[in-house]
């Protein structure tokens, strides 16, 4: 049986993820209004895999007996500064997740719950790369800086990013 603490934080958890499911989609409708397709399939995709990482908490609080208490989304920003701004929110973003995540596992711990610590050590490995790929795209951006080829290049490149479904929990 998971803890109430437990079973609180990954509601929580769930919340933060369709959040950024929620932000994400905001950053795909902001580069559709742009024409630059590729920034919009790259945030497709995060959209995804962000609705995907709730459900997975999701499924795992019922696997686990607990109970899934669903609750309000804050709606996210609508316009951006720059394609390097969404990138620094995104990361910025990210790394909230990532200590999150962190706080579910210390608490895992804690706890002796080794079931969701095995759980979560899948979210552990999958913050590190969302990191590293928003570092990646924003150290590209900064290359570029405002040169139009270079924004069209790299819109070129996230036009090529496609979605896989993750492994739902067990």
Known sequence: MISTTMQKLINDQIQKEFYSAYFYLSMKAWFAAQNLDGFANFFDVQMKEERDHALKFFDYMNHVGGTVTLQAIQAPPA???????????????????????YNLVNLAIEEKDH??????????????????TAETNIRKLQLIKDNPQGIFMLDAELAKRVYTPIAPAP
């Open 115 to 132: 079931k969701t610590n095995a759980f979560l050590q899948w979210f552990v490995t999958e913050q590190a790369e969302e990191e590293a």
């Open 79 to 101: 316009t951006f500064a720059s394609t390097l701004d969404v990138f620094e929110q995104t990361l910025a973003h990210e790394r909230i997740v990532t200590a999150s995540i």
